[in-house]
């Protein structure tokens, strides 16, 4: 097979000697800190970087005995559906190496698909754990917000995000998130709800009286060999005893614009810690100065190293981000999308009344060939549309193998209510 | 999404962006984001139809007393900065 270029520094970081994952390698994505060990983020402004402490997650995974064995790659600070818009190169589909693996957590599913980890973990600001585990046919969960410490995750869109497992079954990837879930004092939007959890127990595929709730908004633009094999995983669980029910959920048609409005308006401030002052590339680097005091005063020396050190889709969001803050235009987009939030929220809340968990394809087209979407990127924005919903609601979702279609993996993914991991868990588990 | 009534970007409206966020352009980049940025804006410009919707945000109180506890010591904080001089960072001039 050809080298899918899944990490971006190969080191292995030794865990404690026992603990439930003793003797497992995990791949950690290369945006969660790493005490000693190189942490980019996919960038340039941070090639070089290494962090002084470990993420919450990180001492987690050492104390249950894992063996970190790399950094994976992945799309430059998160923003990107595809992993080609990281500084070190794209990750190849194991599946289909003329693919990408989906993103931004590429090379996290990448990774595990191929068998050069056993686990991986993965962060999702709008579908970065759950597209590229639907890609390259592998299971990925999507917790709820604030039951993962976010402690040394560099923050994209921090409202939004959390750290999340990939595996290539729905126990381990469940296993894994037991290890990791939990509160953190360094985090202060965690919860305790994943204290003392056994979300591993509830993979018993048991889905016999389970009401599964199909929102049409989800799967009506999907592409229809996508949806051709969501539909034969649907009829699978209902042959398994679980009972479906259409339902309707308006708000989602907005879920990408508000996603996006929002997404990048916290990146154009969570972003502005880079100026090559405390870490990363600098002016001097960065203009080919002999000396700072020649990059001039500090507005120009920032946007020197500004412009040498992101990458075409960062500053693209960090722009937009910018515009949909400034005055003006305040009201008009970022309000409004906090509006959209709330709403598809509520939408979220009443479908789930009718329903235990809601299904839909994860993404809606198979994996893209490489390049092709990197053109446009509105058309990369708009795979996201199955996805982003569930990061604006809070919720948790996991997407899990639903087969394949011409040769490459579906994935089926599955919503469910605040701390409804259990019940996610299960639903997908049935269709192993 | 939208018909034909996007707004449209000009290069000044960019490099007025770019310079509030502190990242220098070249000519190139700034005509393709005029461009790119009409469409994607034309998307954002249907949150217009959102309904007005009620809402009772879940607010807990986090406050907490604060523990003094061992943070990075002077040398771990500077050691990634690319310049700096007695136990300083050091940055650019300021004007």
């Known amino acids: 097979m050809a080298e899918l270029n899944a990490y971006i520094t190969e ?29 980019t983020c996919g960038s340039k402004m941070l090639d070089g970087y290494v962090p002084p402490y470990d993420a919450t997650v990180v ?14 790659n992945m799309d430059e600070f998160g923003m990107g559906t595809t992993t080609e818009t990281s500084h070190f190169g794209a ?10 693996p989906g993103g931004s957590s590429g090379g996290s599913a990448a990774a595990v ?20 585990a639907a890609f390259c046919g592998v299971v990925g969960i999507k917790p709820t917000y604030g039951l993962v410490s976010r402690y040394g995750l560099v923050a994209y869109a921090n409202s939004l995000e959390q750290i999340g497992p990939i595996a290539p079954t729905v126990e381990e990837a469940a296993g894994l998130l037991d290890v990791i879930a939990g509160s953190d004092d360094r985090d202060a939007t965690t919860v305790e709800e994943g204290d003392d959890s056994n979300y591993a127990a509830a993979a018993d ?86 000396d700072l005091s020649e990059a001039g ?92 919903p569930v990061n604006l609601a809070d919720l948790p979702a996991i997407s899990v193998p639903a087969g394949e279609s011409d040769g490459l993996p579906v994935g089926l993914q599955f919503v469910g209510p605040k701390y409804g991991e259990e019940t996610i868990v ?5 269709l192993e | 999404m939208s018909d034909g009534d996007e707004p449209a970007v000009t290069g000044e409206e960019v490099r007025k962006v770019a310079d509030l966020a502190r990242v220098d352009l070249t000519d190139e980049e700034v ?55 007695d136990g300083y960072f050091k940055g650019p001039r300021v004007s």
Do not use: C
Not at chain 1, 64 to 71: D, F, L, P, R, V
Not at chain 1, 346 to 371: I, K, N, R
Not at chain 2, 60 to 80: C, I, P, T, Y
């Open chain 1, 113 to 132: 698909a191929a068998g050069e980890a056993d686990l991986a973990l993965g962060s999702d600001t709008g579908g970065s754990v759950r597209a590229p």
């Open chain 1, 91 to 100: 990750t190849l589909n194991p599946a289909d190496t003329n693919r990408v």
């Open chain 1, 11 to 39: 080191q292995r970081i030794e865990g404690a000697d026992d603990g439930p994952l003793a003797g497992k390698t995990v791949a950690v994505k290369d945006n969660i800190s790493t005490e000693g060990v190189e942490t």
């Open chain 1, 59 to 72: 001492e987690r995974l050492k104390e249950a005995g894992a063996t970190i064995n790399g950094k994976a």
């Open chain 1, 297 to 388: 005063n500090w507005n120009e020396a920032f946007a020197t190293a500004r412009e040498e050190g992101f990458g075409e889709e960062v500053k693209r969001r960090i722009l937009l981000g910018t515009f949909a803050l400034s005055a003006g235009y305040h009201d008009k987009y970022y309000a409004k999308a906090q509006d959209a939030r709330e709403w598809i929220k509520q939408d979220f809340d009443e479908s789930l009344q009718e329903a235990d968990v809601l299904a839909s394809p994860t993404m809606p087209v198979p994996p893209f060939e490489l390049g092709e979407g990197l053109e446009d990127p509105r058309t990369m924005y708009l795979a996201d549309a199955n996805t982003v």
């Open chain 1, 205 to 290: 595929g048991d889905v016999e009286g389970m009401t599964i709730g199909i929102p049409t908004e989800l799967v009506e633009g999907a592409d229809e060999r996508v949806v051709e094999t969501f539909r034969d995983a649907i009829d699978d669980l209902e042959a398994q005893g679980a009972e479906t029910v259409e339902v309707s959920m308006p708000s989602v048609e907005k879920a990408v614009a508000a996603y996006y409005v929002i997404a990048m308006s916290e990146a154009s401030s969570n972003l502005a810690r880079f100026d090559g002052t405390r870490y990363g590339l600098n002016a001097v680097e960065a203009g080919d100065y002999d």
């Open chain 2, 31 to 85: 005509e393709q984001f005029a461009e790119q940025f009409e469409d994607v804006l034309a998307d954002f410009e249907t949150l217009d139809e959102v309904p007005e919707v009620e809402s009772e945000p879940e607010l807990v109180n986090v406050m907490r007393a604060d523990e003094v506890e061992e943070g990075l010591s002077q040398a771990e904080a500077l050691e990634n900065a690319s310049e700096t001089e």
């Open chain 1, 426 to 430: 299960r639903a997908a588990s049935a």
